[in-house]
């Protein structure tokens, strides 16, 4: 590093690197004065989210390198702050994959702030989409989320009634309760440390990990079917012990677990809720609570790091690589679509600035035919496209995961290059993306394109004696227009491309991950 940083505004005599694209990056904006934004891009397990810090600490020892002790003080204490947000953003967003042992499972979009002399000021994070099934349950030879592992093997796991992480089937989903090499109970030490210095304090820490015991305890409740239409608690002991660190009311949860009430002109009408129903509500809640609680810790984080000032900005962007695995869900062709749209922008950039440079060389590229996944975005992405189709489904009382595959087979299968499928396949389509063709698997969309909870649970929740529990989900409010998880993603995709192109581009690509993930 120290070679890259002796240079002057720009790299000229050491290799690519990406401190290199760090450093050229910094030096435009402060040539051109204009926001600049590096785009970090490869499939899962390449080394993005690395290569993301490795950028944030350049940027962070190249704006100390010149000028006033005081504001190369200042800035020190601005990168701390930033760096030390890592352990708990990967603590609580990051599992390991079969490709990857420290996998991101959502999208961030930091905005590094900097004023008129170079200097960092701040940070601003934005995040995109966690995936929510993993916070329950993994596939084979994969974990749910670092956070569940951190505290069934660090030192307060006796503090929250927990055994080791084998003994919860969650953590023991993808029979890996272990990653060599790491030390989970370290890295709960770690993180706790993380904690403190971005200035959480001790009833938040208490509070943060209240509610990843509790959700461990709960995913341990198992029902038991009196008939088809009805269900009963098998055992109430783990709601005993949830409702403990949660600090919140068991006789409330026993009972919304296994009935629904619904208004009818006559009164509210109490109805049981068969065995899958209530796993499915259980599951919503542990689910909903966990989300919130990781958007909450990146709001407290952009609370210290957001300065609110800044001449401009280099926006860095670390969301998830390209997915094509055995089995590929909702959560794939969401994670699909970030890659498409960004594809998208990179074709449309660079191949277009290439065609302008040979027309301005007066080279004819009327025969060059650039290469265009327009056609394959818009068949997600437009109202009765991919994901328009299945919100229609979900708006439809008698909507169904069959439906919606029917529906977007009779548009698009055999009248589309861009879409296919399994000659023997029942519930699965084929997307021919830019990068590969993905053949995802239609089950439990509908619910998960929905990600409703309901408000009994919100209002069990937002009564802990917890004041962080107490304000993670948001008041009930029957009058609200429902945002499916599909919606609220592509308008967040709209927006991010809409700040992309307000900047300059850049890119840093990471190559293929490597099969034994190293370096």
């Known amino acids: 590093m120290p070679d890259y940083l002796a240079e002057g505004d720009y790299i000229r005599n050491n290799v690519p690197h990406s401190w290199a694209q760090a450093h050229n990056t910094?030096?435009?904006?402060?040539?051109?004065?204009?926001?600049?934004?590096?785009?970090?891009?490869?499939?899962?397990?390449?080394?993005?989210?690395?290569?993301?810090?490795?950028?944030?600490?350049?940027?962070?020892?190249?704006?100390?390198?010149?000028?006033?002790?005081?504001?190369?003080?200042?800035?020190?204490?601005?990168?701390?702050?930033?760096?030390?947000?890592?352990?708990?953003?990967?603590?609580?967003?990051?599992?390991?994959?079969?490709?990857?042992?420290?996998?991101?499972?959502?999208?961030?979009?930091?905005?590094?702030?900097?004023?008129?002399?170079?200097?960092?000021?701040?940070?601003f994070t934005t995040k995109y989409l966690l995936e929510k099934s993993r916070i329950v349950t993994s596939s084979l030879n994969e974990r749910v989320y670092h956070a569940f592992y951190l505290l069934t093997k660090g030192s307060d796991a006796g503090k929250y009634n927990l055994s080791g992480a084998p003994t919860y089937k969650s953590c023991n989903a993808g029979k890996a309760c272990d990653i060599n090499g790491v030390d989970d109970g370290d890295d709960y030490r770690l993180c706790i440390q993380a904690m403190k210095d971005c200035a959480f304090n001790e009833d938040c820490i208490d509070g943060i990990w209240s509610m990843v015991a509790g959700c461990l305890h709960l995913i341990q409740t198992d029902f038991k079917e009196i008939d088809k239409d009805s269900c009963d608690l098998a055992e109430t002991a783990n709601i005993e012990k949830a409702c403990a660190v949660w600090k919140t009311d068991a006789s409330i949860l026993k009972s919304e677990l296994v009935t629904t009430t619904i208004p009818t002109r006559d009164g509210p009408v109490v109805k049981k809720l068969n065995k899958v129903k209530a796993a499915d509500g259980r599951d919503s809640l542990i689910k909903a609570s966990y989300d919130s609680l990781f958007a909450w810790q990146v709001l407290a984080i952009n609370d210290l790091t957001d300065s609110g000032t800044g001449q401009n900005f280099i926006g860095l962007l670390d969301i998830f690589g390209f997915e094509d695995f055995e089995y590929n869900s909702f959560e794939q062709i969401c994670i699909n679509l970030a890659n498409e749209t960004l594809q998208n922008h990179y074709n449309n950039y660079i191949f277009q600035k290439d065609m302008d440079e040979c027309r301005a060389e007066g080279v004819d590229v009327t025969e060059v035919v650039c290469p265009d996944n327009t056609p394959c975005l818009r068949m997600m992405t437009d109202k009765t496209g991919v994901f328009g189709m299945l919100d229609d489904e979900c708006s439809m009382g008698t909507g169904s995961d069959e439906g919606f595959l029917d529906k977007v087979m009779d548009k698009f299968d055999g009248k589309h290059d861009h879409f296919s499928k399994k000659k023997l396949s029942k519930n699965s389509f084929i997307v021919k993306h830019y990068a590969a063709d993905v053949n995802y698997t239609v089950e439990g969309w509908l619910d998960k394109n929905r990600d409703t909870l309901k408000p009994a649970m919100k209002n069990f929740m937002r009564a802990s004696g917890h004041e962080l529990l107490a304000g993670l989900l948001p008041e009930p409010d029957e009058n609200a227009k429902k945002i499916t998880v599909g919606g609220f993603f592509k308008q967040q995709l709209i927006d991010m491309m809409e700040l992309i192109n307000s900047t300059n581009p850049h890119w840093i690509r990471c190559v293929k991950p490597h099969p034994a993930k190293k370096p």
């Open 26 to 123: 910094w030096g435009e904006l402060r040539r051109d004065c204009s926001d600049q934004c590096i785009l970090i891009s490869g499939e899962s397990g390449a080394g993005k989210t690395e290569a993301a810090k490795i950028v944030m600490k350049y940027l962070g020892a190249l704006s100390c390198r010149d000028g006033e002790e005081s504001a190369k003080e200042a800035a020190r204490k601005v990168a701390f702050n930033i760096n030390q947000a890592s352990p708990i953003l990967e603590g609580f967003g990051n599992a390991k994959t079969v490709r990857n042992d420290n996998s991101s499972r959502f999208g961030k979009f930091m905005k590094v702030q900097f004023d008129a002399g170079g200097f960092l000021v701040g940070a």
